[in-house]
């Protein structure tokens, strides 16, 4: 069994930066994959960014240039830093771990408003 903790969300004002973190506990294996994902309010859940058990990162197109993931494997932690933020990254962002089996944490709101 694998748990998530995401944290690090809140109220930004646009142009500014978040960093969220993704604690993960468990039964944790190196060759898992970890993602971010976002579901807005009335949408559909997405995903965001992917960093896979090589180190490879993927982005989608809406945040690519503007958030980096990155994940520390000592501490088994993920991160998503998040830039130049808009008011359509509003969401909740929940953290996932995929090792055969998806596992998802509860999820952190982040809101972009002046």
């Known amino acids: 069994q694998v748990q998530l903790v995401e944290s690090g969300g809140g109220l930004v004002q646009p142009g500014g930066s978040l960093r969220l973190s993704c604690a993960v506990s468990g039964s944790i294996s190196r060759f898992s994959h970890m993602g971010w994902y976002r579901q807005a309010p009335g949408k559909e859940r997405d995903w965001v960014a992917l960093i896979f058990s090589s180190g490879s990162t993927n982005y989608a197109d809406s945040v690519k240039g503007r958030f980096t993931i990155s994940r520390d494997n000592a501490k088994n932690t993920v991160y998503l830093q998040m830039n130049s933020l808009k008011p359509e990254d509003t969401a909740v962002y929940y953290c996932?771990?995929?090792?055969?089996?998806?596992?998802w944490g509860k999820g952190t709101l982040v809101t972009v408003s002046s």
């Open positions: 996932n771990y995929r090792y055969g089996t998806d596992y």
